[in-house]
């Protein structure tokens, strides 16, 4: 069986081919250009692949209400030519194929549900912490929409004591992504986050952060699995910070085995490493194919 996939991110897009175990056979990559160039590139690809169905994880905001005319556009993005784009359109008139469609967290969380550290399970949320912070969320063995879809990214926090920083949330300045997104590491500190020292207090706070939204998405949710990845997730010391860090937050209040003594099997890495997102948009193909909603 063969599946396309297509990790489309903000500054990158990832094409790929795999089966239904979610292995990938092969895969190219390209800078996100306008959509009347990037698109293009995407359809190529695929031409000689003979791909039985095509899943699409993108970066958003996107219309994924399969009833409202905004299906399978990008929606209020700034990124310049993206907003109101018809992607999905754009490769339904190129591929005759059966498509699935989602954020790209909310692939990458489906993905870890179906192959990766949530596998068999009905629930997990994954985080995406890097030029921006994305939630994708997959709740009683369905990712979730409502009005829109999550925005994870965008809750608002409680301020370190010892912080400073305003935020580079352009529109809320120092919601979650404005405080602990890849930037936000930069700006505040002065140093790029791969070049700052394990033990310095910048990953303190950032865990500071991260925990209080986990803390949040575990008392509204309660999945079963809390999956963390991105470029700023690379500084593995950034785990235990954050596994204590929860703990204080919910202070023994509730009761599972997994939160009271597991965090270090409930709080962790994506089991599909820097696949998640492409792989997690295989699964979305696969589904597709199957007809499964999910
Ligand atoms: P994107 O979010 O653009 O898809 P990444 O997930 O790689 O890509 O995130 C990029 C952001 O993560 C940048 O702000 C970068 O500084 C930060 N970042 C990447 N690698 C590391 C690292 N090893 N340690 C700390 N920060 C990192
Ligand atoms: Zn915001």
Redesign the pocket.
Known sequence: MRIGAVEA????FVCGVGNEEGVIEDRISFPTGMPETTLPQVIEYFKDKQVEAIGIGSFGPLGVDKNSPNYGHVTTTPKPGWNGYDFLGAMKAAYDVPFGWDTDVNAAAYGEAIWGAAKGMNSCVYY?????IGVGVYSQGRLVHGLVHPEGGHVLTRRHPNDSYVGFCPYHNDCLEGMA???A??KRWQI???D?PKDHAAWEMEAFYLAQSISNTLLVISPEKIVLG???M??EQLFPLIRAEVRKNLNGYVSAKELLDGLDDYIVAPGLGDNAGLAGSLALGLAALRNQEV
């Open positions: 991110g903000g500054t990158k995406t912490v890097g030029t921006g997104a890849g930037p590491i930069e790029k986050g791969s700052i991105g470029g700023v690379k500084q």
